[in-house]
């Protein structure tokens, strides 16, 4: 098949190398010339795994790319929209650069052609798409719109393209349905397994993929449902946690024995710092913002934003109770990234946390395996200092903070660190270590939904720590 994906970013080009890799002929286009430049040089512009090597792989070969989108509809029979859908101030998604994209489609049809919604946008961009479309000439029997909603996550983006969960299609004609069966007919018939792999196969992979066919409006709803409901997952695992705080129980063994119910599920029910990223914040409020346009109050998900907010503020608490007073304190950050496995810190909560702890005085030295250059472009005034490692952050600092879950931060070397660390302080809001490994490496070791935990002390510094 022939392809288009119009937009770089995030989705579009992790779509692009992709759908090369299971032996598409793909056309990338995109307005920015310094990043296609960058991309045929073969300058891949975000973290993630396995992507440079299919970017180099494919370049020049199954994939092209262009500022020429007129051309590249004229040569692809299916046209993936890419492009951002950022929030609103109030919560909305902006879908200005869908239309913008629509109406340039429009006038470069042809002949028949599949236009794919690949970004995530609410019920009823599938018509709005359509109108404007019509609207700026193109005949209606020359196109269908469909729905076909992304379930990337970042840091393992390649791996959920290549072996899915599922694949939602959302077509509302035979015609368009059978071209985007066509299209992802190599994972879902697994032809593309038998070959010899460049990506390696996750142990939970699903072979081969299941394809669902649903209405346009279905599949929009399903993206958004999906990323409400995983939010709501950790925000309740987050509150449980909150509780286990209050009660002395530890949150661990907990989600252990919930999440060991076949129903449930392990996934998702990990405590920490809240969520962040590109995704879970932006749909949250636009599920909600869409439900409210159509006379539904979903009170539940102000909930979960609500929750995920206040887990940076309780984080914060324990970082007071730990130091007592924060000001002209120096303290180690490992982590920007809103996860392990990403260079993303859009609504990353260690950047959040990070800018509370400097408006209280505290000096910062920080560091993040992927995510450095990005935090620079926010901390521009030199109030954050950028470590060359994490044993380099902690030196002579009165506390380690752990924000992201990134492996190597839940292997260090505790020996090595704690001769770094003024003060034997770590304070966890990704829960990477037992309480106990902690307390016999001899830290003062603080979590989430756990009791704190202390090494052995002589008497009157237990007594201290009682009235604590």
């Known amino acids: 098949m022939r392809i288009a994906v ?14 090369a890799e299971i032996g598409h002929d793909v056309i990338l286009v995109d307005n920015d010339e310094r990043k296609l430049a960058a991309l045929e040089s073969g300058i891949v512009p975000i973290h993630e795994e396995f992507l440079p090597e299919l970017i180099s792989k494919h370049s020049g070969r199954r994939l092209s790319f262009t500022r020429d989108l007129p051309a590249a509809v004229r040569a692809s029979n299916a046209v993936f929209i890419a492009v951002g859908t950022p929030p609103t101030t109030d919560g909305e998604a902006d879908l200005s650069y869908v239309e913008q994209v629509a109406c340039e489609i429009a006038s470069a049809i042809d002949e028949y052609k599949v236009v794919v919604e690949k970004s995530t946008v609410p019920v009823y961009t599938n018509e709005w798409v359509r109108r404007a479309m019509v609207l700026n000439g193109a005949p209606q ?16 983006a390649v791996c959920d393209f290549l072996y899915p969960d599922r ?3 959302g077509a509302d004609t035979p015609r368009a ?28 992979a699903k072979i081969p993929p299941r394809l669902i066919l649903t209405s346009a409006k279905s599949a929009e709803l399903i993206k958004h449902a999906s990323n409400a409901f995983l939010a709501l997952k950790i925000s309740f695992v987050n509150a449980v946690a909150n509780v286990c705080e209050q009660v002395g129980a530890d949150i661990e063994q907990v989600t252990e024995g919930v999440g060991s119910d076949s129903r449930i599920g392990q996934r998702f029910l990990r405590p920490g710092i809240g969520y962040g990223g590109s995704c879970f914040p932006k749909d949250v409020s636009a599920f909600q913002a869409v439900a409210a346009e159509n006379g539904y109050d979903f009170r539940l998900l102000e909930e979960v934003r609500s929750i995920n907010n206040s887990q940076r503020k309780r984080f ?73 490692d994490a044993y380099d952050a902690a030196r ?26 003024r ?4 304070i966890d809001g990704r829960n990477l270590y037992r309480p106990e490994k902690m307390v016999k490496a001899g830290f003062i070791y603080s979590s989430v939904g756990r009791p704190d935990a202390f090494p052995a002390m002589s008497p009157a510094a237990a007594n201290v720590r009682k009235a604590a």
């Open 396 to 421: 002579r600092a009165d506390a380690v903070l752990i924000l992201t879950d990134w492996e190597e931060f839940a292997n260090l070397d505790l020996k090595r660190l704690r001769e770094e660390l």
């Open 177 to 204: 349905a059978q071209l985007l069966q066509q299209i992802y007919f190599p994972l879902t018939s697994g032809q593309y397994y038998d070959d010899n792999l460049a990506i390696p196969q996750p142990s939970n």
């Open 316 to 388: 914060l608490r324990k970082v007071r109770r730990a130091l007592w007073n924060l000001k002209g304190k120096n303290l180690a950050v490992l982590g920007l990234a809103f996860k392990g496995g990403t260079d993303d810190i859009r609504e990353s909560p260690a950047i959040s946390i990070i800018e509370s702890l400097l408006r209280d005085g505290c000096r910062i030295s920080a560091y993040d395996p992927a995510g450095m250059d990005r935090a620079k472009e926010v901390f521009t005034d030199s109030t954050v200092r950028f470590a060359e």
């Open 423 to 426: 003060y034997p302080v770590i």
């Open 6 to 19: 119009v937009g770089s970013g995030y989705v579009g080009l992790v779509a692009g190398a992709c759908f």
């Open 141 to 156: 029997e020359m196109f269908d719109v469909v729905s076909n909603p992304e379930f990337l996550r970042e840091g393992t």
């Open 167 to 169: 694949i939602v299609v």
